[in-house]
């Protein structure tokens, strides 16, 4: 089968014929419909994440057909799946008290091992997995195992944003935008921050209230006067230093921040202004990822008509051009994310 793999950081990735995969015992191979190319792949590709090495094959954000089921399995040939990207073990504490995505045993497909930026991907422990909607392309859904499935935990299941609260969301990459749609379905106001101004005025198109350009000077004080006072929540989508700052320091005493941007490598420890924790009385949430039984959840909502996820989509890619997507990710990028649907060249 065809896989993008990485032989090299920094370097487009190589397509390569590459084994297929053995099919778990637990578990599926899926052949891979959607996959979308991710901030968080990008950190692999680049060397910083701590856990991708040379010889990996990247994309965790996959949807795909059975076209094998181990014995175990809890699917059948030709059931269509989407994964969330922590694939949990069930059984330790952490899984047992319905906190999967903070599993002590997790498996990490695109990470760890081989993921989906290929034509076929093992996929172990199934019951990890959901079924597709009826209605719903793959190329959407493809978002489902990571960004969009992150942000609405952020929401709903970290912060509890509540209607009529203010929301800002620092950063409008997948994960942001992401957060803004559902934000704004949840009945809060939206404010978004992005140092590039198409990506917000594509955010104001799309309904969301309010849009700072970061380029502007004091992020902060702008979103303090915008939201008259401070937001209730804020998210921060990027991981870096200056955006972690401006997220605690827009907050209205008691506010939430959420982080939601992965700091990794040289981000990984920054300097984080306290001093408007401290006098702010603000809660700060860490989060990464879904439990898997809040799919119906967001899933519901979507299929209900109540949030239209497809803005997100910005474009389809053929597999060769997987590296190029990596690559833009070092400078700003555009509006919307990049799925590979085309999977033969
Ligand atoms: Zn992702
Ligand atoms: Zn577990």
Not at 187 to 204: F, I, N, S, W
Request: hydrophobic residues 40%; negative net charge; contains cysteine.
């Amino acid at each position: 089968m065809k896989a993008a793999v990485l032989r090299a950081y920094n370097e487009d990735l190589s397509i390569e014929e590459v084994g297929f995969p053995d099919c778990p015992e637990d578990g599926v191979i899926l052949k891979v419909l959607a996959c979308g190319v991710c901030r968080s792949d990008w950190h692999g590709w680049t060397g910083e994440h701590p856990r991708v090495k040379p010889g990996n094959i990247g994309g965790h954000e996959y949807c795909g057909e059975v076209v094998e089921a181990g014995p175990a399995s809890n699917w059948k040939v030709g059931d269509v799946l989407v994964a969330p990207f922590i694939l949990a073990c069930g059984t330790c504490p952490q899984c047992q008290m319905g906190a999967q995505n903070t599993c002590l045993d997790q498996r990490l497909p695109g990470f760890l091992e081989p993921g989906a930026f290929a034509e076929y991907v093992a996929v172990p422990r199934d019951h990890n997995l959901a079924r597709l909607p009826e209605g719903m392309s793959p190329t959407l859904a493809a978002g489902l195992g990571c960004r969009v499935t992150t942000s609405w935990h952020a929401l709903t299941g970290r912060a509890a944003l509540k209607g009529g609260e203010w929301l800002a969301v620092h950063g409008t990459g997948g994960i942001g935008l992401s957060a803004a749609l559902l934000g704004r379905a949840l009945g809060a106001h939206v404010v978004v921050v992005d140092v590039v101004q198409e990506k917000l005025d594509h955010a104001k198109g799309l309904g969301i209230d309010a849009a700072v350009n970061a380029k502007d000077g004091d992020v902060a004080a702008q979103i303090r006067e915008i939201t008259g006072g401070g937001a209730d929540v804020s998210v921060e989508a990027l991981g870096i230093e200056q955006t972690v700052n401006a997220s605690l320091e827009c907050l209205r005493p008691l506010g939430r921040h959420v982080q939601v941007g992965m700091p990794v490598g040289h981000t990984a420890q920054m300097n984080v202004n306290m001093s408007a924790v401290y006098q702010g009385n603000l809660a700060l949430y860490g989060t990464r990822g879904m439990p898997a039984w809040r799919y119906p959840s967001l899933l519901g909502l979507i299929t209900a008509g109540k949030v239209d996820m497809s803005p997100l989509i910005a474009r389809e890619i053929p597999l060769s051009d997987t590296g190029k997507e990596l690559a833009a990710f070092n400078g700003p990028t555009p509006p919307g994310v990049a799925v590979i649907t085309d999977f033969t060249r």
